[in-house]
């Protein structure tokens, strides 16, 4: 799980060798996300990552959630990414909200 990337230093997913599936989350206003002098490949932009959303949404138990805004607020209580991380950390990405 990667949120708020300046970038990884592999081209493809498959350069992490993972054990499953590599998630990335982007919030509106991240000042280090796609700055030129990030280093490394953005993983929004890598095959196989799934593109999880950082906006408000409604949770998989019908609770609202608000969106994170900016590089710090990620892990902000009941936002969609903070969601997002824990359902991710605990085994259960079918709790995820994706990014359409």
């Known amino acids: 799980m990667v ?3 300046p970038g990884l ?3 493809n997913v498959d350069q992490l060798k993972l054990h499953g599936t ?3 989350e982007q ?3 991240d000042w280090l996300v796609g700055e030129s ?4 490949f953005d ?3 890598m095959a196989d990552t799934v593109q999880l959303d950082t906006g408000a949404s409604i949770a998989t138990d019908n609770t ?3 969106a994170s ?3 710090s607020e990620y892990l902000n209580r009941r936002t969609t990414s903070q969601n997002n991380l824990a359902a991710v950390i605990a085994g259960h990405p079918e709790q995820t909200v994706e990014k359409k």
Request: proline share 12%; charged share 10%.
């Open 3 to 5: 949120f708020g990337s």
């Open 69 to 71: 805004h900016g590089h």
């Open 9 to 11: 230093p592999i081209e």
């Open 43 to 45: 993983p929004s932009f």
């Open 37 to 40: 002098w990030a280093t490394g």
């Open 64 to 66: 609202p959630l608000a």
């Open 27 to 29: 919030a509106k206003g």
């Open 22 to 24: 590599l998630y990335n």
